[in-house]
């Protein structure tokens, strides 16, 4: 049995246009004759007993998609499980509806077979990975996918860095990682001991989620790239600079400044190049502008800081002797002194002061470990925090609370809302994704008066205003907030936190909590101790 009904051109002018198209057809097929095309979803879900009794009972209510191929069968472009179930079960006719249409291109097929199933309930993530590779391996681009199929972009990402990563698609595949996180390992799968770092995060429940642990990962790799950058722009230089594993086993060694020759006169800085058995350590360390701290104790627990400063990380060069013997150069302690003068001074091995003096050295460098650490994962937690913000000032209503914190940030005048106030909100218009706007005299008023009269119903003004109160605060956050938290800091990542958020361990710090102990590698911090230990051992 066949109804057929035509669909012919609407005039006379679209003769060339439709002559071209073939004529679409409706029929009524036995569902056992259909071909079943190739099809990005491999669940039929067989199981769906009230499916499978629909079917039977009542029929195909919505047509099926198929096209003729070349030999003029039917071939099936939409519609598999309602074709299959009823070529299984049945229906009243023995017959189901189709459309018939002209045979569509392999990305068109894969786009829409992915549109009509994801935006139904069921389709699994895995079969839509599935989909993203097919359509990308045709050659069609992330924004194409993401406009083809109506998911956002970085779920389409997401998908395309998980099917290109075998060890991390399988764990994907068997319901061990979240797809957002399983783009995340894709990004490490490469590295074992980034995977084995991940792995803690996902599973312990203390520290760092696998957000901070991967954003900490990615500064590390860039600090090492440009840490390895400096080192062989000196050794292009003819400087004789240690690799970073070089200068990790060189901690301790003497520096040169404190050398002398068998004369007892030290060696001048231009001649040190040409020095057998010396070399140079490339150590970082951070400088604070329009302060009066000395650089050398900015770290220490009495220093202040100006919080309107961003920290600036500076390389300098170290230069110490690796090889004394080859040097031909002795400590400047030893200079007119022989070995018995030294045995017989008191001074010189005297245990107790000795085991004091390295206590207080090693106290000093676990302090300044801990300050590049807890700066570092600082840097790291505020690309994260600020991911998310910006997904939560683009929320549609406030969440539970939002009022009081309002209320607390506007009737006490808080300083970070004053000046965010002040400054036309530069921190609001980064999270929104609006361009700051510059210049002086009422710059940025006309983006701030938008932002305001679109938010024309009360939720909406809630939220806008929220946003308004948390970006003002962020605007005010950085290194020092770990140092010198306030209660306005543990008032807003509180509510934050009971918001959704999950704060990294250096975050806790704001909100009166100690970090738990750290089980990731300080490799990074032990090598910027470097001229602190080079100091200490000279001594």
């Not at 679209?14 to 079943?36: G, K, M, R, S």
Request: proline content about 4%; aromatic content about 6%; overall charge negative.
């Amino acid at each position: 049995m066949t109804d057929t009904i035509q669909t012919p051109a609407d005039t006379a002018a679209d003769e060339a246009t439709t002559d071209a198209v073939q004529a679409e057809e409706f029929l009524h097929l036995d569902p056992a004759d259909i071909i079943i095309g190739t099809n990005v979803r491999n669940d039929l879900r067989p199981d769906h007993k009230e499916f499978r009794k629909s079917i039977k009972e009542r029929g195909v209510l919505e047509a099926v998609t198929v096209y003729r191929n070349e030999d003029g069968q039917y071939v099936l472009l939409r519609g598999q499980r309602r074709t299959v179930t009823a070529a299984e079960v049945g229906t009243p006719t023995g017959l189901i509806p189709a459309r018939v249409v002209p045979q569509p291109d392999d990305a068109d097929r894969i786009g829409d077979q992915m549109v009509e199933n994801i935006h139904r309930a069921g389709m699994r993530e895995t079969e839509i990975v599935s989909g993203m590779e097919q359509l990308a391996l045709l050659g069609v681009s992330a924004a194409q996918i993401a406009k083809r199929t109506s998911i956002d972009r970085p779920t389409v990402n997401a998908a395309l860095a998980v099917s290109k990563a075998g060890e991390t698609r399988a764990k994907y595949e068997a319901g061990d990682l979240t797809l957002e996180h399983a783009a995340i390992y894709a990004e490490f799968e490469d590295d074992e001991a980034a995977i084995e770092r991940l792995d803690r995060a996902r599973t312990s429940r203390w520290g760092d989620s696998v957000e901070h642990v991967a954003q900490k990962l990615r500064d590390e790799a860039a600090e090492r790239a440009a840490y390895d950058a400096e080192v062989e722009r000196l050794r292009a230089e003819g400087l004789p600079v240690l690799s970073f594993d070089e200068a990790d086993d060189a901690d301790g060694s003497l520096l040169l400044e404190d050398m002398r020759t068998v004369e007892g006169e030290p060696v001048p800085v231009d001649q040190w190049a040409a020095l057998d058995g010396v070399a140079v350590i490339v150590t970082e360390e951070w400088e604070y502008p329009e302060t009066e701290t000395d650089p050398e104790s900015e770290d220490d627990e009495d220093a202040t800081y100006d919080d309107e400063a961003e920290a600036v990380k500076v390389y300098r060069q170290m230069w110490v002797v690796t090889d004394i013997e080859a040097s031909g150069l002795i400590h400047r302690s030893r200079v007119g002194r022989t070995d018995d003068d030294l045995s017989d001074d008191p001074e010189t091995h005297d245990p107790e002061a000795d085991a004091a003096a390295e206590a207080e050295a090693e106290e000093r460098r676990e302090e300044r470990r801990r300050v590049i650490a807890y700066n570092k994962a600082w840097a790291s937690a505020e690309t994260v925090r600020r991911e998310w913000l910006a997904g939560f000032v683009a929320r549609k209503t406030a969440p539970k609370g939002a009022e009081a914190l309002i209320c607390e940030a506007v009737v006490t005048g808080h300083h970070s809302l004053s000046k965010a106030m002040d400054h036309r909100h530069p921190m609001l218009f980064t999270l929104l994704g609006i361009d700051v706007p510059t210049g002086y005299y009422g710059a940025g008023h006309e983006e701030c008066h938008k932002i305001a009269t679109k938010a024309s119903t009360p939720k909406a003004a809630t939220m806008t205003t929220l946003a308004a109160v948390v970006a003002a605060w962020e605007a005010t956050t950085g290194k020092h907030s770990w140092r010198n938290p306030t209660a306005w800091d543990a008032r807003v990542l509180g509510a934050l936190v009971e918001w959704g958020y999950q704060p990294s361990d250096v975050e806790r710090i704001l909100l009166g909590e100690e970090p738990q102990p750290s089980t990731e590698d300080d490799s990074d911090a032990d090598a910027a101790e470097a001229s602190d230990e080079a100091s200490d051992s000279a001594a």
